[in-house]
């Protein structure tokens, strides 16, 4: 039998009432994920033997639930947001963590098989993205695309995330923009930008490993670096950085990141853009909606225009008044 898998980031702290909620909910079976330590004498309780201890518990948990796969989609969201707005309300009396759901499908066996198979093409607005050992079909011919492979650590563009960043990118960048992508992991988005016809664009990340796997993405998509700037750096320390993005205004800034990063690049994203410059927003847990949203209404500079929902995840999107 198939199941719907729903995986709950939340904290060790809030086991207990989130299984409560499920349990509320309908819901007759969890399963618990965390590295809370076990002490010597819950050990010696227990009739087995430990080969290790458990990793440093950082306060993690997850919380995974099924549901029957042919059960009908509209009544698993209604479950879902159900969930949800749970959880908003507890929040400000006990720490939830992210409160990210993630789905997948499982059996009743064990699946562990060619890794391959679990990655597939998928297509985002005009764009088809496809793993480099699957062949270009009929159907999708006539679009858009981008190969990517699974084994970088740096996305595919199937997260709910970066798909919101694309869906904007589509909506917003015009032939002979100048597109700065902050945080650029595999490269992805700004693969993107240049497919749309960007003219120019700069990259940039705290991990050199992302910086060589961005090189290597562009290199597989056959799309020649020149007009292509790849930086490390975090610019929201590095001074040297910020001075060269606010000297060359662009029209698009985007930032696929973590909300408690994009907080503080809303405050000065206003001086890396052009007047009616966009900057688009993603990587933000529905959690932290309104704090993002707060930060970005208190960069006078800038106008709030449109905020946009894929699962869990937020994408908010703001332009730079002109005056």
Not at 209 to 217: H, K, Y
Request: proline share 2%.
């Amino acid at each position: 039998m198939r199941w719907n898998k729903y995986r709950l980031k939340t904290t060790t702290q809030a086991e207990d009432f989130v299984s409560g909620v499920l349990m509320e909910l309908g819901i007759t079976g969890i399963q618990i994920e965390d590295n809370v330590q076990i002490t010597q004498e819950e050990k010696e309780k227990q009739f087995i033997d430990y080969l290790a201890d458990l990793p440093e518990d950082d306060g993690t948990a997850y919380i995974s639930f099924y549901t029957e796969e042919n059960s009908q989609d509209e009544n698993d969201e209604a479950l879902l947001n159900r969930l949800r707005e749970r959880l908003k309300e507890a929040n400000s009396f006990i720490p939830v963590g992210e409160g990210s759901i993630e789905k997948s499908a499982t059996e009743d066996t064990d699946w562990v098989d060619n890794w391959k198979k679990y990655f597939k093409s998928f297509t985002v607005g005009k764009f088809f993205i496809k793993p480099t050992w699957e062949t270009l079909d009929d159907t999708h011919k006539n679009m858009e695309m981008i190969e990517i492979d699974p084994g970088t650590a740096f996305g595919t563009g199937k997260h709910d995330t970066t798909q919101l960043c694309m869906k904007q990118l589509i909506r917003y960048v015009k032939t002979g923009d100048k597109v700065l992508d902050l945080g650029c992991g595999s490269g992805i988005l700004s693969i993107v930008a240049k497919k749309l016809g960007a003219a120019a664009v700069s990259m940039t990340d705290i991990d050199p490993a992302a910086i060589r796997a961005a090189q290597e993405n562009f290199a597989v998509n056959h799309i020649s670096m020149n007009d292509v700037e790849i930086m490390e750096g975090n610019v929201l320390e590095d001074k040297n950085l910020q001075k060269k993005f606010a000297g060359r205004p662009y029209d698009i800034v985007v930032a696929n990141i973590l909300a408690d990063v994009i907080i503080p690049i809303a405050g000065i994203v206003d001086r890396f853009l052009k007047p009616g410059g966009v900057f688009i927003s993603s990587g933000i847990i529905y959690m932290k909606e309104d704090e993002v949203k707060e930060a970005i209404e208190n960069n006078t500079k800038m106008n709030l225009i449109d905020i946009v929902k894929q699962g869990d995840w937020r994408s908010i999107i703001a332009e730079k008044k002109d005056v």
